[in-house]
């Protein structure tokens, strides 16, 4: 049988470890999608050596894991570069996933670039518009759209993939359940509730998602 009196005293313990969870996700998420956009107009654009070094860095971040790359911030890099020896376990895994998911979602934006209608430049590239002013005013606008659902999606597997940051000594959401599940042995117990704490999560944010996709396609609904 559960020990169901147990995971009622055990949620506002883990409750509490949530904040720092939620801002290492909303960090790296802020971070990854500036840099996705820089490297999908970079891919589309074609700029000389620039482009050869985004589809090294996509290249690799996509074709290593997740794991791999944060154990390789944390515990690598410093041996390379001695000023690194002080990083945190919560800068390492913020670096990681910022890394790591911008790879995936700068080729997400690059698809929605590329899948706008051509005539569309050409008539803003007909009227004057610099190419600036016609990725600015026309084409992000729409990539934005279409990106958007994926990149929810994105954000919810940022969310879970915290969970490994208490592999570097980061106590999150995951590295106290380990903690407190480790000193009761009620293993069971604790990693269903964080389980469900993460599901609760998700769901919240999927309900989110769908109502922000209803809203962006308000003006292309007839």
């Known amino acids: 049988m559960l020990n169901l009196e147990y995971m009622w005293g055990l949620l506002p313990v883990l409750l509490s470890y949530l904040p720092l969870t939620l801002e290492m996700a909303t960090i790296a998420m802020v ?14 654009s074609r700029v000389p050596f620039l482009n050869g070094f985004s589809l090294l860095f996509i290249s690799f971040f996509r074709g290593t894991p997740l794991l791999v790359q944060l154990f390789l911030f944390y515990y690598g890099l410093p041996q390379l570069i001695s000023a690194l020896i002080s990083i945190t376990g919560v800068t390492a895994a913020v670096l990681g996933l910022t890394l790591h998911f911008s790879a995936y979602m700068a080729e997400s934006i690059r698809a929605a670039i590329v899948g706008i209608d051509r005539s569309q430049t050409e008539a803003a590239l007909s009227i004057g518009m610099t190419q600036s002013q016609l990725m600015r005013r026309i084409i992000l606008p729409q990539a934005t759209r279409v990106a958007t659902p994926t990149l929810m999606n994105y954000f919810i597997d940022m969310i879970k993939a915290t969970s490994l940051a208490f592999t570097l000594g980061v106590t999150e959401l995951m590295g106290a359940t380990q903690k407190e599940a480790a000193g009761s042995f009620l293993y069971l117990e604790a990693f269903l509730l964080v389980a469900l704490i993460y599901w609760a999560i998700v769901e919240v944010l999927s309900w989110g998602q769908r109502r922000l996709e209803i809203y962006l396609n308000k003006a292309y609904q007839r």
Do not use: D, P, Q
């Not at 971070?31 to 589309?44: K, N, S």
């Open 31 to 44: 971070f990854a999608l500036i840099l996705a956009c820089l490297l999908a107009v970079i891919r589309v």
